[in-house]
């Protein structure tokens, strides 16, 4: 069974970088068809697509964040990363790992997420 | 950028049918994809590729995808299905960005 697990500091101060990285089990990041994303979600609103990497390290960002936001992998560890610069108390959210089995294709494992709190 | 736009709530008796749109213009040309998140919890597919059930979902939920309206249906509503539900398509343009509606809250009266 695939897993996901999210890691990394619950509070980052105002304008420094975020910093998260996905653990992954039952699944080799570094081979298939598989597109490994993180999505966030604030109090009480919607969920907001950061962006993806696929296996190859080709990466695609949402347009709205793809100025600050950067995705690695790591295939040494089986886990990939997010760093997001320049934070605002906007970026306060839960942030989740998730995957999909291809491109374009539903997000069919998810990790539990991890909320992150940005603050001066 | 593409939007999609949901209610923010309804309401369905055990028993009944629930619908919850999703609207985006000509929507009906993308896979749709639909999200059950209860609270505190990670999201779980329910509905893809506009009306696919993945194994463990049971079949009384139900999609559909036309013009510029993407529907999940919820037939013989149970306490349980109590959740937020989100649509979900990737856009077409640049990178294919992903792009969710704002999510819409069931409550089972």
């Known amino acids: 069974q695939v897993q996901l697990r999210e890691s990394g500091p619950g509070l980052v101060k105002t304008s420094q970088t975020l910093s998260l990285t996905c653990s992954v089990s039952?699944?080799?990041?570094?081979?298939?068809?598989?597109?490994w994303n993180w999505i966030r979600q604030p109090a009480g609103k919607g969920l907001e697509w950061i962006g993806r990497?696929?296996?190859?390290?080709?990466?695609y960002y949402n347009p709205s964040l793809r100025s600050r936001a950067t995705i690695s992998l790591d295939t040494s560890k089986n886990q990939f990363s997010l760093k997001l610069s320049s934070t605002t108390a906007a970026d306060t959210a839960v942030y989740y790992c998730?995957?999909?089995?291809?491109?374009?294709?539903?997000?069919?494992?998810w990790g539990q997420g991890t909320l992150v709190t940005v603050s001066s | 950028s593409y939007v999609l736009t949901q209610p923010p709530s309804v309401s369905a008796a055990p028993g009944k049918t629930a619908t919850i749109s999703c609207g985006g213009e000509?929507?009906?040309?993308?896979?749709v994809n639909w999200y059950q998140q209860k609270p505190g919890q990670a999201p779980v597919v329910v509905v893809y590729?506009?009306?696919d059930r993945p194994s463990g979902i049971p079949d009384r939920f139900s999609g559909s995808n036309s013009g510029n309206t993407a529907t999940l249906t919820i037939s013989r509503v149970e306490v349980g299905d109590e959740a937020d539900y989100s649509c979900?398509?990737?856009?077409?343009?640049?990178?294919?960005?992903?792009?969710f509606g704002g999510g819409t809250k069931l409550t089972v009266l």
């Open positions: 000509n929507i009906g040309s993308k896979s």
């Open positions: 039952g699944a080799s990041i570094s081979s298939g068809t598989y597109y």
């Open positions: 979900q398509v990737w856009d077409s343009s640049g990178d294919h960005p992903g792009v």
């Open positions: 990497i696929f296996t190859s390290g080709r990466t």
């Open positions: 590729d506009d009306n």
């Open positions: 998730a995957r999909t089995d291809g491109y374009n294709r539903p997000f069919d494992f």
